[in-house]
């Protein structure tokens, strides 16, 4: 029984497809939606050195930003009758989608496959794919429509 189904975002075009394709799959589940975005520490990829006391302003900038972009997501898509919750972690997006995942025993995460190629492949890693192999329950990786296949 899928009684509560995860969806992280990045705000990408394939993470709100996986969304909206998370909500026509719960008209057959009628169960409880987490979308959860997480905030990674960005300081760790800049090439400066940005200064201790401004460091709060911003995240408190980007938090307030990315709660407004989920409930306009939420808005958006989500039907009256649906019930979604939102929420913001902080730290590296695959581990804390896993344990939220644990915590809140989510019976099934959908989340979007990127498909990124090159140095942000490198960078960045697959969320997706570290989340499809280390979650501890079922993971649908839904592509968009319009993200074409290459051979490596």
């Not at 990045?10 to 026509?24: K, L």
């Not at 995240?59 to 019930?83: C, I, K, T």
């Not at 919750?85 to 959908?110: C, K, S």
């Amino acid at each position: 029984m899928i009684e509560k189904i995860l969806i992280p975002t990045d705000f990408s075009v394939s993470s709100r497809h996986a969304f909206t394709y998370a909500i026509d799959l719960n008209r057959l589940f009628h169960a409880r939606l987490y979308l959860v975005h997480v905030l990674q520490d960005f300081t760790e990829f800049s090439e400066y050195t940005l200064s201790p006391t401004i460091l709060p302003q911003l995240y408190l900038e980007f938090e307030q930003n990315a709660s407004q972009r989920l409930e306009e997501m939420v808005g958006s898509v989500v039907p009256p009758d649906m019930h979604c919750d939102t929420y913001i972690l902080h730290g590296v997006p695959f581990y804390e989608i896993i344990q939220f995942a644990r915590t809140e025993q989510i019976d099934l995460i959908v989340i979007g496959s990127h498909g990124r190629t090159g140095i942000k492949h490198v960078l960045f890693g697959q969320t997706a794919e570290k989340v499809v192999k280390k979650a501890h329950c079922p993971v649908l990786s839904v592509r968009h429509p319009d993200t074409e296949f290459s051979m490596p």
